[in-house]
């Protein structure tokens, strides 16, 4: 079984249907990535993976364990195996670099301080910001803040890390770094199920991708299945017109 197994799921705002009974997998280590227009549901299907909205439909399953999203004991042990990443980094503007990574561990998981901290310094120094463990949110670019909150998600040490358009709100210039930081990881088996409109990355950094739309995952597969021989007429017509703005 895989660590991460979703099958028919499906999920409403109101009466507008966006999730449309989604199919998907993931591996430990595994990295898939979503691509599809804007609206396919891609960043909806995140959400509901940690309960942040919940299905009306379908059965996610970590680890071999049924996530029940109406139990609350349920969703905290879901919740526990993995951690998302925003387009918004929402860091503690009140708080350095070095407590913003270590006060959910130390704080909600009761973990040693000690501990937390020196596992801390070691995140921020991989993702290229150890001499900024004391300074404060609003000093660093948006590129420097982006990568406090992987390095942050990271220090909860979950087994699945979500990514949901981590470049989106960067200015371009910063968006290289914040990748270059998200190929490091995928090099350490971590699973991730990542979002993103960077073809080229997704491309170069995914086993997987699952192309979406209306709701739906159209297609899955290889890069070079998806990029060089989409299966359907979805998939084809998306690719084609990425590939024609790309040049």
């Known amino acids: 079984m895989s660590f991460l197994d979703i099958h028919d799921l499906g999920a409403r705002y109101g009466s507008l249907r966006v999730l449309d009974g989604i199919d998907l997998s993931v591996e430990q280590g595994e990295v898939v990535s979503l691509i599809g227009p804007s609206g396919s549901g891609k960043s909806t299907l995140l959400k509901v993976i940690t309960g942040l909205m919940k299905p009306d439909r379908g059965r996610v399953t970590l680890a071999g364990a049924a996530v029940d999203y109406s139990n609350r004991k349920s969703l ?69 803040q982006q990568r406090v909150a992987i390095a942050r998600a990271l220090c909860l040490e979950p087994e699945i890390l979500l990514l949901d358009e981590v470049t989106s709100a960067l200015d371009p210039e910063r968006v290289s770094e914040v990748l270059d930081t ?7 088996n971590i699973a991730m199920l990542i979002v993103s409109h960077e073809m080229s990355f997704v491309r170069d ?26 299966q359907t007429d979805r998939t084809r017509d998306f690719v084609g017109r990425i590939s024609r703005v790309g040049h």
């Open 76 to 144: 905290k042990a879901a919740r526990d195996r993995l951690a998302i990443v925003f387009q918004q980094y929402n860091l503690f503007g009140n708080m350095t670099v070095l407590r913003n990574v270590t006060v959910a561990p130390t704080t909600i998981k009761k973990r040693n301080r000690r501990q937390v901290e020196e596992k801390a310094r070691e995140l921020l120094d991989r993702v290229g910001l150890g001499d900024k463990l004391h300074v404060y949110p609003d000093q660093l670019s948006g590129g420097q």
């Open 205 to 230: 950094v995914s086993h997987r991708i699952a192309f979406m739309a209306d709701g739906r995952v159209q297609e899955i597969g290889s890069p070079e299945q998806i990029f060089d021989n989409p």
């Open 182 to 188: 998200i190929r490091l990881l995928a090099k350490d």
